[in-house]
């Protein structure tokens, strides 16, 4: 009987991919607490926009989202400033928490949130609200990028037949620093429905209308994560390569969600920007 239940379940993940259903239900259970988030995110990016003064512009802006990690996010943004690219401007934006502090560099900008949001998707949208530029990358305070990581993405992005968005693949990394997999998977569409292989960390776009997060509150326990909504939802209108060259130094947390890398995409994470696990990619095994 319980086979028989499930299978028009069964049927519709066939037909559509679980992480695209497990979404729709997202939108409509989370609706509530978007619409405020984005109420808040419009104030907050007018109120910063203020601080700021000029829109910090470059070819490419990098978007780092933080919270209470003052010395891996130091890592991070020297990783992001020691890159290849030099035309470029790096936004830190804290979840409320405070700012600790940062390098000196004229390319480097930081701002702090007026509250906790606990929504790493509406931290990311003021970075990228708050910048202007052609191109915006993304970084988490837990992770580092190899010093060509800008240079391989606009590289491939600027050729004559370039995509509008690359993703590089992730060299995944365990807390004491010992190397745990590559994820490399290239870009399908159809196949992201029913597996969570993208990840935002590698990932720069030309901005576009659709470069946006989803502003859901997502707990541990919502899936899919921000990454994968993005990038699926950014790839509708909007070529996306994959680089199989990893240069991400992806920290994963196997305390947090984390599960192993066989071969196939079977998901990864870490404590991400607002204290529960992060962006990253979801386990594409059926709940």
């Known amino acids: 009987m319980r086979r028989i239940a499930r299978a028009p379940w069964e049927l519709l993940k066939r037909a559509f991919g679980w992480l ?4 729709a239900r997202n939108k ?3 609706l509530p607490s978007g619409v405020r988030l984005r109420r808040f995110e419009d104030a907050e990016t007018t109120r910063l926009a203020a601080v700021l003064g000029r829109p910090p512009y470059a070819r490419v802006a990098t978007v ?3 919270h209470r990690r003052p010395d891996a996010l130091r890592a991070a943004v020297r990783s992001a400033l020691a890159q290849t690219v030099a035309d470029q401007v790096v936004i830190v934006v804290d979840d409320g ?4 502090e940062l390098p000196s560099d004229p390319r480097l900008f930081a701002v702090s949130l007026a509250r906790n949001t606990a929504t790493a998707g509406v931290v990311r949208n003021v970075g990228i609200r708050l910048t202007r530029s052609r191109y915006v990358a993304f970084l988490d305070d837990d992770n580092l990028w190899e010093p060509d990581h800008l240079e391989q993405a606009l590289t491939a992005l600027d050729a004559a037949d370039g995509p509008d968005a690359v993703y ?7 807390p004491d620093g010992t190397e745990r997999d590559i994820l490399s998977v290239p870009f399908d569409r159809r196949r992201a429905a ?3 292989f993208l990840d935002t960390n590698a990932f ?5 209308r659709a470069l946006h997060f989803s502003r859901l509150r997502r707990t541990p326990e919502v899936l899919p994560r921000e990454d994968w909504e993005l990038i699926r939802r950014y790839a509708r209108r909007h070529r996306v390569r994959h680089l199989p060259r990893p240069t991400v130094r992806y920290l994963v947390n196997p305390g947090s969600f984390y599960t192993a890398w066989e ?3 079977r998901g990864a994470g870490r404590q991400g920007v607002s204290g529960g696990p992060g962006p990253g990619p979801d386990r594409p095994d059926t709940p």
Do not use: K
């Open 168 to 174: 590089t693949a992730l060299r995944r990394v365990l």
């Open 204 to 208: 720069v776009a030309r901005r576009s």
């Open 194 to 196: 029913h597996e969570a």
């Open 20 to 23: 695209v259903l497990f979404e």
């Open 97 to 100: 928490a405070g700012l600790p």
């Open 64 to 66: 780092i989202a933080t």
């Open 28 to 30: 409509l259970l989370l």
């Open 263 to 265: 071969g196939q995409p």
